[in-house]
């Protein structure tokens, strides 16, 4: 049997995984949540699809601090990072056609295009303040 191709994530090295890989998707779960249950053999199947993608699993229950900094009020939930970026999130078990779209949505970003969107949101930000 081969290595799981989802990682778990933990306080300790999500920082460095983000920084570290260009695609990292996270899965907010908990082992009493049944719709966790449900998306957890999904994600898992595209994690083998997409080995050039971090497929990271935050249990909740463990990382809570982690949970808190992301704001998670429900769970599953799903985050996309590209290049450091939060890209996608969004609570709820997707289906397999689903998460492909998310995964192919995130693919094909301009990265350029939400740097500046950022970088325009925080200035914004920074003017109201």
């Excluded at 719709?35 to 229950?61: L, N």
């Excluded at 599953?76 to 969004?90: M, N, S």
């Amino acid at each position: 049997m081969g290595a799981m191709p989802t990682t778990t994530i933990t306080a300790a090295d999500i920082t460095s995984t983000i920084r570290d890989n260009e695609i990292v998707l996270l899965d907010f779960w908990a082992a009493w949540c049944g719709p966790c249950r449900a998306f957890a053999p999904v994600f898992e199947r595209a994690a083998e699809q997409h080995p050039d993608i971090v497929f990271g699993k935050v249990d909740t229950e463990a990382e809570q601090a982690l949970a808190a900094g992301f704001r998670i009020t429900s769970i599953p939930t799903l985050i996309a990072f590209r290049d450091g970026i939060i890209v996608f999130a969004q609570p709820g078990a997707l289906g397999a056609p689903q998460l492909d779209r998310v995964i192919d949505g995130v693919r094909a970003l301009d990265m350029d295009q939400v740097r500046a969107e950022v970088e325009a949101q925080r200035a914004a930000r920074e003017q109201s303040a």
